[in-house]
Nanobody, 121 residues
Framework: QVQLQESDPGLVKPSQTLSLTCTVS??????????WSWIRQSPGKGLEWIGY???????RYTATLKSRTSMSRDTSKNQFTLQLTSVTPEDTAVYYC?????????????WGKGTPVIVSS
């Protein structure tokens, strides 16, 4: 059974860097058939896809966050990470990691439970 678990950064101060780690079990992040993605949902808003990293190391980020986003992976730990720099209160959201199928369309077949992040001084 594929499971994903986000780390819990809790409260982050404005202008700091948000760092999140997703630990994957039941599947390998070295799979060529999947991307490993981050998604968030701000209070009162819909889901926002942030980006993904592939086993090859290639990444793709949503345009609105691209300048502040970076993703990496640690294949020895079967983990992938998100870093979002210069956060503001608008980055307050529940952050999810998920597995995305390579191919047409956006198909996210396994999700973590989500971790709430509050940006506040």
């Amino acid at each position: 059974q594929v499971q994903l678990q986000e780390s819990d950064p809790g409260l982050v101060k404005p202008s700091q860097t948000l760092s999140l780690t997703c630990t994957v079990s039941g599947a390998s992040i070295t799979s060529l058939a999947h991307y490993w993605s981050w998604i968030r949902q701000s209070p009162g808003k819909g889901l926002e896809w942030i980006g993904y990293i592939h086993s090859t190391g290639s990444t793709r980020y949503t345009a609105t966050l691209k300048s502040r986003t970076s993703m990496s992976r640690d294949t020895s730990k079967n983990q992938f990470t998100l870093q979002l720099t210069s956060v503001t209160p608008e980055d307050t959201a529940v952050y999810y990691c998920a597995r995305e199928r390579v191919g047409p369309g956006l198909v996210l077949d396994y999700w973590g439970k989500g971790t709430p992040v509050i940006v506040s001084s």
